[in-house]
């Protein structure tokens, strides 16, 4: 109820992030959740699970997901101010025909992992593009950081004057954005090499620059809040529901659930001090940094008084009085899915076994 009064009293609506997560690696995954949370708050206020079986596919589950929060928020008479999503197709469609007056932004993250991919594909054929690979991300970051309450065609000038500073011209970009603001490359302590006009790996290089799509999602980048917090509390529910285990449907939704309040409980923790008072930072090195590293700052360890509440709430009020309990128990089970193998004839195993050959039997190979 804290969180609902929380929620209620955000100025100007909610500022949302959200995503989905499958239960599996692949595109036959069984379940699809969807996390919805509140971004300034780094509260996740809700999760939808999807059987693949409801919506035809497991393609299908992320938009449902997104589509039965958001119907949850607006029967409670939350107002969403604005969505932070990654570039899913279905959800864009979605939100364009049906929510037309919510703002959504794109998450950076994942608009500028697509550019770099398409760039490293195209630096095995031309490695002088490799040591721009960092550059040209932290490109799109600053495109979107620097451009708050700017019109997307800004935006737009900024990234597209990329494809004359990686080949030494920096001025006379165009109107909207004249000329590139950062100091003299001669005084950088390692200078690039530019990219020769003409050569392959420019051209290429500039095409991709000024794709129609890559500019069309430019314009929708988030100048402040990402998605960031979401993806971390998706590594978080591994800790709870494994992808390597398969779990009932009521089983998965509990752990998504104990998952969430964990993370709730434990987002605002504060970085770590040592004995001299000085914050504490860990060096990792994540597989997709292929040899490099990345700071993070050391957290306090978590706490776990969700679960106290928990116990409180089970032999204070759920034992006395059940009643509740129960209904909130068939209201739930009223809602559990179908299994998968439901819509299948189950057939008489009398039957089946009588029909069985074996393809290695002396009777049959015989024939």
């Given at each position: 109820m804290d ?5 209620l ?16 690696p ?5 379940y699809?959740s969807?996390?919805?949370?509140e971004?300034?708050?780094?509260k996740v ?5 999807v ?7 497991s ?24 969505i932070?999503t ?7 469609k979605?939100?364009?025909e049906?929510?037309p ?24 054929e031309?490695?002088e593009l490799k040591?721009?690979?960092?550059s040209?991300s932290?490109?799109m ?12 065609d800004v ?5 597209q004057s990329?494809?004359?500073?990686i080949?030494?011209k ?6 909207l ?7 003299d ?12 006009p003409?050569?392959k ?5 500039v ?8 500019l ?7 100048p ?19 992808k390597?285990?398969h779990f009932s ?12 309040m ?6 605002g923790?504060?970085?770590?001090q040592n004995r001299?008072g000085?914050?504490?930072f ?5 597989k997709?940094k292929?040899?490099g ?5 050391k957290k306090?360890?978590?706490?776990f ?5 928990l116990?409180t709430t089970l032999?204070?009020?759920?034992l ?8 909130q ?6 809602r559990v899915p179908?299994?998968?193998s439901a ?8 039957d089946a076994v009588e029909q ?6 002396k009777?049959?190979?015989?024939k």
């Amino acid at each position: 109820m804290d969180l609902f009064r929380q929620l209620l009293s955000m100025p100007g609506g909610l500022v949302l992030g959200g995503d989905g997560r499958a239960d599996s690696p692949g595109h036959s995954a069984k379940y699809g959740s969807y996390t919805t949370m509140e971004l300034r708050l780094k509260k996740v206020i809700d999760i939808q699970l999807v059987q693949s079986n409801e919506v035809g596919s497991s393609n299908a589950m992320e938009k449902e997901g997104f589509i039965r929060s958001m119907d949850l928020l607006e029967e409670h008479g939350l107002a969403v101010d604005t969505i932070i999503t990654d570039r899913h197709p279905q959800i864009q469609k979605y939100m364009r025909e049906n929510m037309p007056d919510v703002r959504h932004y794109y998450d950076v993250w994942h608009v500028a992992k697509g550019i770099i991919r398409s760039i490293e594909k195209l630096a095995k054929e031309c490695p002088e593009l490799k040591p721009w690979l960092k550059s040209i991300s932290n490109h799109m970051y600053w495109c979107a950081a620097s451009s708050h309450g700017q019109a997307p065609d800004v935006i737009v000038a900024k990234w597209q004057s990329l494809g004359n500073h990686i080949q030494n011209k920096h001025s006379n970009h165009g109107p909207l954005f004249p000329a590139c603001l950062h100091a003299d490359p001669g005084t950088q302590p390692k200078p690039k090499k530019w990219l020769k006009p003409s050569t392959k790996g420019c051209e290429k290089v500039v095409d991709m620059i000024n794709k129609t799509r890559v500019l069309r999602d430019v314009q929708k980048l988030s100048p402040g809040q990402q998605t960031s917090n979401v993806e971390a509390f998706h590594s978080l529910i591994i800790q709870f529901a494994p992808k390597s285990v398969h779990f009932s449907f009521l089983g998965m939704l509990t752990r998504l659930c104990l998952a969430a309040m964990h993370f709730n409980e434990n987002a605002g923790r504060k970085q770590a001090q040592n004995r001299d008072g000085e914050p504490v930072f860990i060096i990792r090195y994540p597989k997709f940094k292929k040899g490099g590293y990345t700071l993070q700052a050391k957290k306090v360890d978590p706490t776990f008084e969700y679960v106290d509440d928990l116990m409180t709430t089970l032999f204070n009020k759920t034992l006395v009085d059940p009643t509740h309990l129960w209904e909130q128990w068939h209201y739930v089970q009223a809602r559990v899915p179908a299994t998968l193998s439901a819509k299948f004839q189950r057939p008489i195993k009398a039957d089946a076994v009588e029909q069985h050959v074996s393809r290695f039997s002396k009777s049959n190979m015989s024939k």
